[in-house]
């Protein structure tokens, strides 16, 4: 090798090591580094990240942890009222996450100006705006993104799962020309167990033993309001047979009228953009639960919470 080719890897070297210990004293949890090349072309219909920033040459991702109290607070029973879930899940878990997601879209906006400062283009993409509607996707996925950046890993309930959290983070991430060393999908295959807790304990059975089997819009029966709307009944075949989400959710009206309740379940996702009203699998992932009872030597009844 060179000594201009040594020299130069040396730096990027040392660069990555800088900005990644940058990102840490920012307060973030967890940073890695994903090549472009490996989320262009993403098969959920996300834009490429040459898209949104051409001659981009690193994606930077970094996690926020969710406090292991906030995500483990007893939900109310499915015949409970929404306006319990509105003051008990609302006030705790949904104002820890929507705060998370505020703090990562402050977070990637600082990050973006500092590569800027440091001479290298660069366009933040937040936790969890913008979104297409018509396809449920944001500008690239974050979940692929920490993937491809050794952050964690997919597991079959379709949640990214870090070693050191499980499934309690939020992501945000920063599309730069910065020449950062790649981390690349180190963890893939060695975070999800397989367990067959988040199958077990998914309501709308969208859960199965592969991603692959993953049914999304099964999941999104749940994460709605239906189920709980409708005290508990499963998604309809018409409703996860749907070609196209934008048809699955002209069938709203027709559910609204049929159980009422399910009114005030949107009301809450429309008043806290995105209110998620199911959050079995990722209260329930073993992974979590582990991170959550080594860190407080935990071994209370909590795990069985609904």
């Excluded at 940073?31 to 990240?49: E, M, Q, T, Y």
């Excluded at 051409?54 to 970094?62: E, H, K, M, N, Q």
């Excluded at 879209?105 to 933040?124: D, F, Q, R, T, V």
């Excluded at 199958?199 to 999304?216: G, I, Y």
Aim: proline content about 7%.
């Amino acid at each position: 090798m060179d000594d201009k080719k040594e020299n130069g890897i040396r730096c990027r070297e040392s660069l990555t090591k800088k900005v990644k210990q940058d990102v840490l004293d920012m307060g973030l949890d967890l940073v890695g580094v994903a090549d472009p090349k490996d989320l262009d072309g993403s098969p959920d219909g996300h834009s490429s990240p040459f898209r949104i920033l051409p001659g981009a040459r690193a994606i930077l991702v970094f996690a926020m942890r969710c406090p292991h109290g906030a995500v483990e607070t007893p939900h109310p029973p499915i015949d409970g009222t929404p306006e319990e879930l509105e003051a008990v899940h609302g006030g705790i878990y949904f104002t820890s996450y929507m705060s998370m997601n505020f703090k990562l879209m402050e977070h990637a906006l600082n990050i973006a100006n500092y590569l800027e400062k440091m001479g290298y283009k660069s366009a933040p993409v937040s936790s969890t705006l913008g979104r297409d509607e018509t396809r449920w996707v944001g500008p690239i996925s974050l979940r692929r993104a920490a993937q491809q950046a050794g952050i964690g890993e997919i597991g079959v309930n379709s949640l990214l799962l870090t070693p050191e959290f499980g499934p309690r983070v939020r992501l945000a991430a920063v599309i730069t020309t910065a020449p950062l060393v790649i981390d690349g999908p180190k963890l893939v295959g060695k975070v999800c167990t397989k367990c067959g807790a988040c199958t077990k304990h998914c309501p709308t059975q969208a859960v199965h033993d592969s991603l692959n089997t993953f049914e999304r819009k099964k999941c999104i029966w749940g994460a709605m309001g239906l189920y709980k709307g409708s005290g508990g009944q499963l998604p309809p075949k018409e409703w996860y047979e749907s070609e196209t989400i934008p048809k699955m959710m002209s069938l709203m009206p027709k559910y609204i009228e049929m159980y009422p309740r399910i009114k005030h379940y949107r009301d809450l996702s429309v008043k806290y953009m995105g209110y998620p009203n199911c959050l079995e699998c990722y209260l329930h992932c073993t992974v979590g639960k582990e991170a959550s009872r080594k860190a407080f030597n935990d071994d209370g009844d909590w795990r069985d919470a609904k």
